[in-house]
């Protein structure tokens, strides 16, 4: 037993020795609330207040999920395969597998990821030949989505003007589709399996009297519909033990609630809370930052976290004028530290979005210096860029095969793989590109074609324009804006395409400046 508790701090210990009760752990950022997690888990199996069956523990991600079932089986003689550990959707899936019927599935039901359902939703509209201009299928997936995270199917959803009422219609058109085809999608998982427990008392009283012990990794970014499944599981005499920090809530814009942790200590009672403060991963001075600007938030449970691992350098501050001063005073950073004996692979360079990449990984490159992009793409590798990069090629030059084969029809614009076939075999015969050959296709796909060839020839009538203004008005002309102005995530695609017009202002500006050289 003592093995078990070795190494924790004070906190942590009374973290995981907590009587049964329901508890609130306030885990700071590097504060170990992952061990917290999982050590209790196995102070309970291990003291006997719990069958490992008896264990409900969710996580939010599969990672987490199998790197606690993993220490747990390292940290415990017992098999621990009774327990159930998993993300929400993982839980539920299995919930709705084992009583599909109950929930109103087939067995074989299948799950739609993002993009199965947004195939669905377009398949959807064209069925109901709406127009998806009006109703783009990106924003009707993120409406549909919203609304499961909130527990409301479509007769629920209160519509007060005519857009909203069509969206309802078709969320409803769409659940008809889904229960035909015996498809469901990751928010109806959750929603599917809270209606199948709130409808059958005698199956929930089942679980509830199987899980005595649920704990919740991440509370503070669950959303409405999570947390009322939770409430559902958590039956009398069971403790719900709830692990988050309201400071890393940032993901509201997916759903997230971070007021259900001041809902769950007002609903529960909650006796206990426990602030992990102890940081583990940081000096001070990083620490002291990181309070000062935190303190400024609104509502919060409170926190302060400290370390002992001392202060550590200090932060220091650069305020530069613009984005190239500052990218131009990295790159000398990076110099200097090379030249004091640090690897380059030493080196991290963090950015609050991608659309700032661009001008510092362009820094970089002519500073001769070799980066990596880590979680994403190099600007110029981005689909948005290449598009709109296609676009000014296909302008400067109509034999430019590839450049027109990625935006012939992106954003759509009716032009199907029949039409593009027949458009390959007439180059092909005449030996010429595919822009010149778009002549000789007839036929609808002919006409959505030629609409193509005087899109492009309208962008190469502004050709004279300096070229920041070119970039923008190829950008806006061609649809890109407003395509990705629909996407659900659409704005750090949006911010990147302002951010290459602002890559060819800089550049006519250093080609200005080489030139009075």
Request: proline share 3%; glycine share 8%.
């Amino acid at each position: 037993m003592s093995d078990l508790l070795n190494g924790l701090n004070p906190e942590q210990l009374a973290a995981v020795t907590l009587p049964p009760v329901h508890a609130l752990i306030l885990a700071g950022a590097g504060s170990g609330k992952t061990r917290v997690l999982t050590t209790r888990i196995a102070w309970l199996i291990a003291t006997s207040q719990v069958q490992p069956a008896g264990v409900l523990a969710v996580t939010f991600t599969n990672k987490a999920a199998k790197e606690m079932t993993a220490r747990l089986a390292a940290m415990l003689p017992v098999n621990t395969r009774g327990m159930w550990i998993g993300t929400f959707h993982g839980l539920c899936n299995r919930l709705l597998r084992a009583h599909y019927r109950d929930a109103g599935l087939p067995q074989t039901f299948q799950i739609l990821d993002s993009g199965d359902q947004l195939a669905a939703i377009k398949r959807l509209l064209k069925s109901l030949n709406v127009d998806d201009e009006k109703f783009p299928p990106r924003e009707l997936q993120h409406f549909i989505n919203a609304q499961k995270e909130q527990g409301l199917r479509a007769a629920a959803v209160e519509a007060w003007d005519d857009p909203t009422r069509k969206r309802v219609e078709l969320y409803a058109a769409y659940e008809e589709q889904c229960q035909k085809d015996g498809g469901v999608d990751f928010a109806e998982l959750l929603l599917r399996c809270y209606e199948l427990l709130a409808r059958h008392e005698a199956l929930r009283r089942h679980y509830q009297e199987r899980f005595r012990y649920i704990l919740v990794d991440e509370f503070q970014d669950t959303n409405v519909l999570q947390y009322k499944w939770l409430k559902l599981l958590t039956g009398p005499g069971a403790c719900l033990f709830a692990v988050g920090d309201d400071d890393q809530s940032i993901y509201a814009f997916r759903g997230a609630e971070v007021g259900n942790m001041r809902d769950f200590e007002r609903e529960y009672q909650v006796g206990r809370v426990i602030r992990l403060e102890q940081n583990y991963r940081s000096h001070g001075n990083i620490l002291d930052a990181a309070n000062a600007i935190i303190k400024h938030n609104e509502k919060r449970l409170g926190k302060n976290l400290w370390t002992e691992a001392g202060a550590g350098e200090p932060i220091r501050v650069f305020e530069a004028a613009s984005d190239g001063e500052e990218a131009r005073w990295i790159v000398e950073e990076v110099k200097a530290l090379v030249r004091d004996g640090h690897a380059r692979a030493e080196i991290a360079l963090l950015y609050r979005s991608n659309a700032q990449s661009r001008i510092l990984e362009h820094s970089l490159f002519a500073a001769g210096i070799p980066y990596r992009v880590y979680g994403g793409l190099r600007f110029f590798e981005r689909q948005e860029i290449k598009h709109a990069l296609a676009y000014l090629r296909l302008i400067a030059n109509g034999g430019d095969d590839t450049a027109f084969a990625r935006v012939v029809n992106f954003p759509t614009r009716g032009i199907g793989s029949r039409s593009l076939e027949a458009l390959q075999d007439a180059a092909k015969a005449a030996g010429t590109s595919l822009f010149s050959a778009i002549a000789q296709v007839a036929g609808k796909g002919g006409a959505a074609l030629a609409a193509f060839a005087a899109l492009i020839a309208t962008m190469r009538g502004a050709a004279d324009l300096p070229l920041p203004e070119l970039v923008g008005h190829v950008v806006d002309i061609s649809g890109l804006r407003e395509h990705y102005r629909n996407e659900k995530e659409g704005q750090d695609r949006l911010a990147n395409l302002d951010e290459l017009v602002n890559a060819a202002a800089n550049f006519v500006a250093e080609e200005g400046r080489l030139g009075e050289d």
